[in-house]
Structures are given as C-alpha cells and as structure tokens.
C-alpha cells in the first residue's frame, strides 16, 4: 500500500532541486531531452522563486509521507490579473500518477487562480503527455494554439492550452511548463 500524499503550498527547502531532478529524469527518460532543458528548468524556476511574492504567484509541492517531493505545480502570475495566469511545472512522479495527487494540484492551482481574480490560466505543453491532457480537458482547458518548436532544448510540436475564467485570450511566449 502506498502511503498518502499531500500537498503544501509554498517554496519549502530543497524544492528547486527536487522540482528540478523529478522533472529532468522523467523528460531524459521518455523524451530524450538533456542539459539545455534542465539547465532551462533550472534557472527559469529559480528566478520564479526568487520573485514569487512580487506578483500574484504560489507553488505547491507534493510530498509523501516521507518528505519526498512526487509532484509540483505553480502559477506564475507575472503578468497580471487581466493577462492570465501562466500554469507552469505540473508534473505527478510516474509512480505516483493515477492517485489523485495530479488532480488535487491542479484544482488548488485552479482554485488560486480563481480567488485571485485572473482572466484566465494557460500552460505551455507539447503533444504527447497524455494523461495531463486529459486532466487539463477535464477541466475546461482547450487548446489554443499548436506549432513545431524547440523551446524543450528538441524538436517537439509545443502546445498551448487555455482556460477562461473571467474572458482574456491566451497569451504566452512558447515557455515551457
């Protein structure tokens, strides 16, 4: 039996790295991607701890019973309440998807999103990674935009995804997560 996950909202120790390594060796396994995507990871998700609490922003870490980080996700609220807010870093560890813990991370990013006021949330994806697109469409998320690109560090077809909230249309720079 495997034991419970839970999830705490806000930078803990160690999360960078942790949020880092989990989606890194995921993405080199079953992807094939190298160090200019954890490098990119690395410094984008640095920079948005280190200035999280000038905007309308908050991550959550997912965590078992052992202090060990399973899964992530943020809401990168940089650009503003009417812009949208940018869904980033979602990601259950592969042992521990189908558990609920994908879910619960993303309705509490949702339910953050709604009690702040954004327009809308959207994330950067590529085709592909499944089972989040079925949570995302389970949602209301609809894709919005698609094109080849190579923001992941390879050749990928990238994917925007949107949900309205209150009626702003996606917005977004190709970024990942």
């Not at 905007?55 to 060990?68: P, T």
Request: aromatic letters at 12%.
């Amino acid at each position: 039996m495997r034991d419970e996950v839970g999830i705490i909202a806000g930078w803990q120790p160690g999360a960078i790295g942790d949020i880092v390594a989990m989606h890194s060796r995921y993405f080199a396994l079953h992807w094939n991607f190298g160090p200019y995507f954890e490098a990119k990871l690395a410094s984008e998700l640095a920079g948005f701890v280190r200035d999280r609490h000038r905007f309308e922003s908050q991550l959550w870490c997912a965590v078992d019973s052992r202090d060990r980080m399973v899964g992530s996700a943020a809401i990168d609220g940089a650009k503003g309440l009417q812009a949208g807010a940018h869904l980033r870093w979602f990601m259950v560890d592969p042992n521990r998807q189908g558990m609920g813990a994908g879910s619960r991370l993303l309705d509490g990013a949702l339910a953050f999103c709604r009690e702040k006021g954004f327009a809308s949330v959207h994330l950067w994806t590529f085709a592909g990674l499944h089972a989040a697109r079925r949570l995302y469409e389970a949602r209301g998320f609809v894709l919005t935009q698609e094109m080849t690109g190579e923001t992941w560090g390879k050749p990928v077809t990238e994917q925007c995804f949107q949900l309205q909230l209150a009626g702003s249309p996606c917005v977004g720079e190709g970024l990942p997560q």
